[in-house]
């Protein structure tokens, strides 16, 4: 039997405007909390960092935080679009709903920003770079490359994704949407494959949207 989690997106007013001290602070103060912590592939990527996150929405933008602790630090792709995936990396997909296909966001720990859509992991489309600028993001840390191992560190990144980005109309919000959380780093030292909804594959395949979560608005 398939699980599916479910979190109620609260709303905090003018997420979109905020440093990210404040965003951190109201984020924590007032969203939804998760953990990404599902770790369905152990035999081929045992090791687990922490990352915890919280969700929330303002009246035009879906707000994303990522809370990070553990073993390496890699950043590589330092320009939007690129393999995020490969770096020390945290992702939020979530489905169209209306058209049935869904978004990837692929953020780095220092900030650099992958973006795409697709009915599934075959032929995605990825977003033109005008569109992923009007996705606010933030780091803690700065947008250098660097490539660290065998140490512990501790990272935040957000993203604030407008509403009309992802198909959806600020106006009239969907009841619900499916999404889900996930934490990776395929070329790190440490490969690591996490998610918040659980993914009943034989492989690490974060593009399964059948064993996505939901996300409640309304």
Not at 151 to 164: H, S
Request: aromatic content about 10%; glycine content about 6%; hydrophobic content about 40%.
């Amino acid at each position: 039997m398939k699980t599916i989690k479910r979190i109620k997106v609260p709303v905090i007013e003018g997420l979109e405007t905020m440093s990210l001290p404040e965003l951190d602070l109201a984020m924590e103060e007032r969203a939804a909390k998760f953990a990404v912590c599902e770790r369905q592939w152990p035999e081929s990527a045992p090791y687990a960092p922490d990352c915890n996150g919280s969700v929330a929405r303002s009246a035009t933008h879906l707000c994303v935080i990522f809370h990070v602790r553990g073993l390496d630090l890699r950043a590589t792709a330092m320009e939007d679009n690129g393999n995020s995936w490969e770096d020390s990396c945290c992702e939020f997909f979530v489905t169209d709903p209306f058209d049935g296909t869904y978004y990837n966001f692929e953020l780095t720990c220092a900030g650099s920003l992958l973006g795409a859509k697709g009915a599934g992991r075959q032929n995605r489309e990825r977003l033109e770079l005008s569109e992923l600028s009007k996705v606010k993001r933030f780091s803690s840390l700065e947008r250098k490359p660097l490539d660290v191992s065998g140490k512990i560190f501790g990272w935040t990144v957000a993203m604030l994704i407008p509403f009309e980005l992802i198909g959806i109309d600020p106006e009239s919000l969907p009841v619900s949407v499916r999404g889900n959380f996930y934490k990776c780093g395929d070329l790190t030292a440490h490969p690591h494959f996490l998610s918040w909804n659980p993914v009943a594959t034989s492989k690490p395949d974060f593009h399964r949207p059948e064993f996505f979560g939901e996300l409640i608005f309304r």
